[in-house]
């Protein structure tokens, strides 16, 4: 079947029907230009012309196919540093006529084959000078700031302009015999002038300090009271004195002869007045004591130190029969039976 006569082809615009066995193709009415064939769906492809051998390039270069064209490349690679001249021979690059400068300032560019070298433009520097880091000009050398201390022990360096000169430090003078700074005391130069109680001496300086009881105030040179109790040193009570303190104890207690902080309970019973204190039994507790009487026919006084007798027959604590009488006594009572005499009766009967 002719596809194209019949018009059952499917080629568009710009493109003509061409009858193919048992098919057809459509084909480009415009050509692709020159590098570019038509392909089979009509479409443009470049053509490489170093494959297909349609290239001129001479047998010293090589073909290098580009879009719709091909390049001839000689043989030949140059180096780096080096460039290919219109000959094809590698010629040197000049780096030092390049717009960028290959060198940082202060150090100037020279060409070498196929390379460059940057060297330092070297001024010269006086002594006590040296070359900046972009190579310049001249700055001062700081010997002050050297590892290598150029002053000693008690001396302080000074920078100059291309110099530096060594000074006694404060608390430091010059000894004219041994040539070297040596530490002045200040304690025993200014004794008493200093420090309100003891002054010491160190390299180059002093401090002041407190004897025992004071603080040193804020002054640095005078002492003022320290009040130890704000630490409670004491077990019980502490009064502050000047440069020192005192411990006291409650009632009942009294200070220890060991420390004299600790506070010891007075056994009150063992006193020498201690038989007195109580009228019956003594019993001492932390800090004071405690007075008790017999368990039975007895009370404690009001003033909490004497018994009194308990009468059992006016509490009626007693137990006397109704034909008994009750009769008290010192820590007890008794029951007494009175018979009366015919004619008689008990005056408290009715």
Not at 48 to 57: A, K, R, V
Not at 275 to 289: K, L
């Amino acid at each position: 079947i002719n596809e194209c006569i019949t018009g059952t082809h499917s080629c568009g615009i710009g493109q003509t029907c061409v009858n193919t066995l048992g098919s057809f193709r459509c084909q480009r009415d415009t050509s692709c230009g020159t590098g570019y064939e038509l392909t089979d769906d009509s479409r443009c492809k470049d053509i490489d012309e170093c494959e297909t051998g349609t290239h001129n390039c001479p047998p010293d270069f090589i073909c290098q196919n580009t879009p719709g064209s091909f390049r001839c490349r000689p043989k030949l690679q140059c180096m780096n540093g080096f460039i290919q001249d219109a000959l094809g021979n590698c010629i040197d690059i000049n780096e030092c006529l390049s717009t960028n400068m290959p060198c940082p300032a202060g150090q100037i560019c020279i060409n070498t084959d196929g390379s460059y070298t940057c060297q330092r433009i070297s001024p010269n520097c006086g002594r006590g000078y040296h070359l900046n880091e972009d190579g310049t000009r001249c700055v001062d050398v700081d010997e002050c700031s050297s590892s290598d201390q150029p002053c000693g022990e008690g001396h302080v360096c000074i920078n100059g302009p291309g110099n530096y000169r060594c000074e006694c430090k404060s608390g430091y003078s010059f000894d004219v015999i041994s040539r070297t700074c040596i530490d002045i005391n200040e304690c025993r130069r200014y004794p008493g002038r200093l420090c309100a109680h003891k002054c010491e001496n160190t390299p180059g300086s002093y401090y002041c300090t407190c004897t025992m009881g004071f603080k040193l105030s804020s002054d640095g040179r005078s002492c003022e009271d320290l009040n130890e109790c704000e630490s409670s040193p004491c077990s019980q009570e502490c009064a502050n004195v000047y440069g020192s303190y005192q411990c006291y104890c409650r009632r009942g207690f009294q200070l220890s002869d060991i420390d004299g902080i600790s506070c010891e309970d007075i056994d009150e019973c063992a006193l020498p007045t201690g038989g007195h204190i109580c009228s019956f039994r003594c019993i001492n507790i932390p800090g004071s004591f405690q007075c008790t009487c017999p368990s039975t026919g007895y009370r404690l006084a009001p003033n909490a130190r004497n018994c009194q007798d308990i009468d059992e027959c006016v509490t009626e604590t007693h137990n006397c029969s109704f034909n008994e009488t009750c009769f008290n006594i010192q820590g007890g009572f008794r029951c007494l039976s009175l018979e009366c005499p015919e004619n008689y009766r008990k005056s408290g009967d009715t």
